[in-house]
DNA sequence: CAGTTGTTTTGAGTCAATCAAAACAGCAGA
DNA sequence: TCTGCTGTTTTGATTGACTCAAAACAACTG
């Protein structure tokens, strides 16, 4: 079980959190490492192939408790599932192609918290600011300006890895 | 029709956004002025009251048509149903509470265009930048400072009013 | 190595939203 | 004013993403 991989850190940081060590629970931090901003359902897909006994129940419940411990994050981009990453805890945020769905990290624009003051928050506290960014990633572009007619989108809620 | 209330605009506003004037349309425009960032489910009930023999998916159908059209628009907040308000066309934010859900309108922070120019972006041509706020509201913030202890959140997902 | 507690499996159910066909109603032209 | 075309709404079914709950199971503690 280490003789080929990355493992033990994973394990590490798995019990740092307060965790129990679990087979679903390396796999599918390792696929969280590999394919960052994955869906449940992907991660389940790819953890699946070599683990077979894994459940998607398992797939969320191994999710929440690594958000709940603070070792992955969600992200909700609106007209998606769910996406999950291990970066965390430094405020970046995310760009999302239109076309095709796939995400990308941004770091923080100005400073390290922009934005994180509105004009007027109208009594709020504010505590965190989420920012989202939308466009076209750089094949999405080419595709488009290339056959600007053949809208031949790739499948657009289905999560593309972020290449 | 112009004796009692604001009428007549909305009216003019479906037809100038190319759409067929229809009593659903009108009782969810008019709706939607009074409770912005509402859920379908609750334009729905609301606009029932009124309108009894309007359908879920009625009204469903006239904010797809709204939206495409331009004259309302949809927000998703993350591990809420969408929301939607008639203020479109001005890139404004919101800022929403972690306890209780009400959502507010945010103006941009910097300039026009906050944060439209992420430090990198992977070569993404952006056209978008959201941003969501997340805090405390005024009413929460009062509860939670009060009495810690006794979480007693109000309905969480429930969108309440934007007062 | 046995117990306890936390995980995972299995199975059912919920919520938000979408799809499709048929009934219906605006609105433009006769 | 009436007729029809086209776009809307109703009715009813279905999907996708996620949650809940009970029972089987497996990590870590002692």
Redesign the interface.
């Known amino acids: 079980m280490r003789a080929d991989e990355p493992p033990r850190t994973l394990a590490d940081s798995i019990r740092a959190a307060g965790l129990k060590v679990t087979a679903p629970r390396l796999a599918v931090l390792r696929v969280l490492d590999q394919a960052p901003h994955s869906t449940a359902e992907r991660l389940f897909a790819t953890v699946r192939a070599e683990l077979p006994s894994t459940s998607l129940q398992a797939v969320y419940g191994v999710l929440a408790a690594f958000t709940a411990a603070g070792i992955a994050q969600?992200?909700?981009p609106?007209?998606s599932p769910?996406l999950f990453e291990r970066r965390v805890g430094d405020n970046h945020?995310h760009?999302v192609?239109?076309r095709c769905s796939a995400v990308?990290d941004?770091?923080?624009?100005?400073g390290q918290a922009?934005?994180l003051?509105?004009?007027?928050?109208?009594?709020?506290?504010?505590?965190?600011?989420?920012?989202?960014?939308?466009?076209?990633?750089?094949d999405c572009?080419a595709a488009t300006s290339a056959s600007p007619s053949l809208l031949s989108a790739p499948a657009p809620l289905s999560n593309k890895g972020a290449r």
Chains 1, 2 share one sequence.
């Not at 941004?106 to 100005?110: K, P, R």
């Open positions: 969600k992200i909700e609106a007209g769910a945020h760009i192609c239109t990308h941004v770091d923080c624009a100005v922009p934005c003051t509105p004009a007027h928050a109208s009594g709020f506290a504010v505590h965190t600011a989420e920012v989202t960014y939308w466009g076209l990633c750089p572009q």
